[in-house]
């Protein structure tokens, strides 16, 4: 090849890369915003020499965070939370190695139950990705859209499902935490897991909410406390009510979203076993019950200040139902308005008893 020819190749190459970088849409201060490559954006960086470097590392993270869901980790942390500050104002006693391996522990059983669905829901939903964008129903999204791959989500379900056992038995082994410790994290780590699982599915044997309730209930706050203490206050049993009840509530509402999704897909949870209607009057029995078991706290022993800090929380569950029976919940966007209220109203129970013993 003679240099003429060469040095065409290398401008004709120039050019095409020239073309290229004009096409990027660019900030006003000249970075390039994105590139899309088989339908997937990429972040780009211009280097000094004019050039493009594909980096897909802030898109991976950002991956993975959605994957993993961090925001709906508080609805098992904050009871954690509780139930460890129950363990200090009552027996004064608080060890914060425990707790942090606790949350940790929690935190992966968590991501194992969130990663599991994300892989057997798939089918579902691919469909619930095209009837509605409800960010609180359909899963995180991630695996529809062809971020990774499916079996990614299948692999460290598995990882951190074993990683949870292994703190679960450094705490009863290596810190002494009783002798109940392994057989609590298992009541958590095994319907956890199984929820979306096969051959187990409970979210599919009509039973998966209940579940739901009991291990981002009872479970958390018992747990907190009886590794700090080896022992479970009977006043853990009242307070857990309400707030299983909040989080079954917010487990079913979320259901209503992808009930055609569910229905096509054969995914027989609650929701599809006793209809919409049926569910809307589950959803308003559960939500008045907590309400009232949380309102009666006081004839339990929980300080009276439950009931002041509890009444803004009452106030949302109230307008929740009056929508409800208005069936404005048939409307997407104001469904997914009840939704997020929803998790507020959960949350809001939690720490209405945390402040009622500050």
Not at 318 to 332: A, S
């Amino acid at each position: 090849m003679t240099l003429s020819g060469s040095s065409r190749i290398a401008n004709t190459a120039d050019f095409h890369i020239h073309r290229l970088i004009s096409q990027i849409p660019v900030s006003e201060a000249g970075i390039p915003l994105s590139f899309t490559k088989n339908n997937l954006y990429v972040n780009t960086t211009r280097t000094e020499y004019g050039y493009i470097m594909y980096s897909s590392n802030i898109e991976k993270i950002k991956t993975w965070f959605i994957l993993s869901r961090p925001p709906f980790h508080t609805v098992g942390v904050l009871p954690f939370i509780l139930g460890t500050f129950l363990a200090y104002k009552i027996n004064a006693v608080f060890s914060l190695e425990i707790f942090i391996l606790g949350v940790l522990g929690v935190i992966l059983i968590m991501l194992a139950t969130y990663h599991s669905g994300e892989y057997f829901d798939y089918q579902g939903d691919v469909i619930s990705h095209r009837l509605h964008e409800n960010p609180f129903a359909g899963g995180s999204r991630i695996l529809p859209d062809g971020k990774i791959s499916p079996r990614v989500p299948l692999w460290t379900s598995i990882v951190t499902i074993v990683l949870a056992g292994f703190i679960g038995i450094f705490l009863q082994f290596v810190l002494k935490t009783g002798p109940y410790t392994l057989l609590l994290g298992f009541l958590g780590a095994f319907p956890g897991f199984f929820y979306s699982t096969k051959p187990v599915r409970l979210v599919q044997r009509g039973v998966g909410e209940i579940f739901i309730g009991f291990c981002y209930g009872w479970l958390p706050i018992a747990s907190a406390y009886y590794i700090q203490t080896s022992a479970i206050h009977p006043m853990i049993h009242w307070m857990s009510i309400p707030i299983g009840l909040t989080i079954f509530n917010v487990i079913f509402l979320n259901e209503f979203p992808d009930y055609e999704a569910d229905m096509a897909t054969g995914k027989k949870n609650l929701l599809y076993r006793i209809g919409k209607k049926n569910g809307t009057f589950l959803y308003v029995a559960f939500s008045l019950l907590a309400s009232a078991a949380t309102l009666a706290s006081p004839f339990w022993g929980i300080p009276f200040r439950i009931v002041y800090f509890f009444i803004p929380v009452l106030i949302i569950s109230l307008w929740i139902i009056f929508m409800m029976f208005r069936n404005k919940h048939e409307d997407k966007n104001v469904l997914e308005k009840l939704c997020a209220l929803n998790i507020v109203v959960n949350l809001g129970t939690t720490l209405a008893y945390i402040l009622a013993y500050i």
